[in-house]
């Protein structure tokens, strides 16, 4: 096989983004590539999906006001996050990207630079470069060391604003780990050296109910700092409800009217149909501690533990149990890029890492994601399909 062939779609043509890749990935019959969740509904879940006739004619009826302040009570509940519910500024639209867009809208006009963490999911880096707004790299690893984060910080931070994905997609990597302490670390850092602290929490669920994870009032530590920041949390990995999504950006005071002023240029509403839908089933997690999320996320977690055993690829153990899987190659000439064209020959399709290295591609080719929140028997089949595949290429 040809080193250098890239992946292409339908037409020949070279595939540039995860999105992209993503888009060949739902043609193919095991499709690890999107993070988005392709499982079934669990029991409890499907008495949701039974009312759902009920949940649109109530959405019908009532006032738009009431299902916005009932979503953000619910999710902010959940999460443990009883700051953001009494602040209750929190700006709502129907995905993370319309959340990233505005923040990238705000960077824009006011001619902020931004630090962004590598490795992340590109769409990130992707929404910010193509509005604009100038980047540039801060590894993870300048955050793996609780009592090095400050000085990292200070010697790597050289823009106007930090932007950070926590949990990070795809690594799982979690300040959480240290307690307060990793958070109030970074907002010092921020608040000493005047620069604005952009977070996605989009993965944060996945830290809930981990009695190692446990998600204290972030927005307690944002708010009596005194620190510039917005913060983005997000329903959308998290339920298996056909891509009906809410994602939320909260802003400081300090900016809010300037957020405010962007948001409503995008932006009335979410729908009330999808608002009230998704507070059952919110409020169904809180009840049963995210049982039905959890649940299929650790069977598929060990399902791929098992099957890369022993293989090239070596499962790396995410600190926080987020909903994809990150794998080292190890392999002297074997490339992401390459492993995922002769695994998507053999019908399984997952992401070569080239594109969370967005400053530095190549780095990112020792690395490959596979995505967990899929119907594990499925996912068992696509492993053993995958094992197969990656076993002729040694040990
Ligand atoms: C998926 C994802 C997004 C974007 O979500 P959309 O619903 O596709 O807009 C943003 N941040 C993280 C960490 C994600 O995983």
Redesign the pocket.
């Given at each position: 096989m040809n080193p250098h062939s890239t992946a292409t779609g339908l037409d020949g043509s070279e595939l540039l983004d995860l999105t992209q890749h993503e888009i060949q990935a739902l043609r193919t019959r095991f499709n690890l590539a999107d993070?988005h969740t392709h499982q079934r509904q669990s029991a409890a879940q499907r008495e949701i999906v039974a009312r759902l006739p009920e949940l649109w004619y109530e959405a019908e009826e009532g006032l738009q006001a009431t299902y916005e302040q009932r979503f953000t009570e619910a999710f902010f509940r959940l999460h443990r996050q009883p700051t953001a519910l009494a602040k209750n500024k929190t700006l709502l639209s129907y995905?993370?990207?319309?959340s990233?867009m505005v923040a990238g809208m705000y960077l824009k006009q006011h001619r902020k630079s931004v630090t962004l963490v590598e490795p992340?999911?590109d769409?990130?880096y992707d929404v910010l470069a193509n509005m604009g707004v100038p980047l540039y790299p801060i590894e993870e690893s300048a955050l793996h060391d609780p009592d090095r984060i400050y000085a990292e910080l200070k010697r790597n931070v050289r823009t106007d604003a930090l932007f950070l994905?926590d949990p990070n997609?795809p690594t799982g990597f979690t300040l959480l780990q240290y307690g307060r302490k990793g958070f109030e670390e970074v907002v010092r850092f921020c608040k000493d050296h005047n620069k604005l602290l952009i977070i996605?929490f989009?993965?944060a669920s996945f830290t809930l109910f981990d009695p190692d994870l446990a998600r204290f009032d972030i927005y307690e530590l944002l708010e009596s700092s005194g620190v510039s920041y917005l913060a983005?949390e997000?329903t959308?990995?998290t339920w298996p409800v056909q891509d009906a999504?809410c994602?939320m950006i909260t802003a400081s005071d300090d900016i809010r009217e300037d957020v405010y002023n962007l948001h409503t240029s995008v932006l009335l509403n979410v729908s009330p149909f999808v608002l009230n839908m998704l507070t059952q089933y919110i409020e169904e997690a809180d009840q049963n501690h995210l049982a039905s999320v959890r649940e299929v996320l650790t069977l598929n977690r060990e399902s791929i533990r098992k099957a890369l055993d022993g293989t090239i690829l070596e499962y790396q153990e995410p600190v926080a149990p987020v909903s994809v899987a990150w794998a080292k190659i190890n392999h002297p000439e074997m490339t992401a890029s390459e492993l995922q064209q002769i695994l998507s020959k053999e019908e399984v399709y997952i992401l070569p890492g080239r594109f969370f290295y967005w400053s530095q591609p190549d780095k990112g080719e020792a690395y490959a994601r596979f995505a967990l929140a899929r119907e594990p028997r499925l996912f068992a089949e696509a492993m053993v399909r995958m094992r197969e595949v990656v076993e002729r290429h040694g040990r």
């Open positions: 993070a995905a993370a990207s319309i990233t992340c999911f769409n990130l994905v997609n996605d989009c993965f983005i997000d959308g990995k999504k994602a």
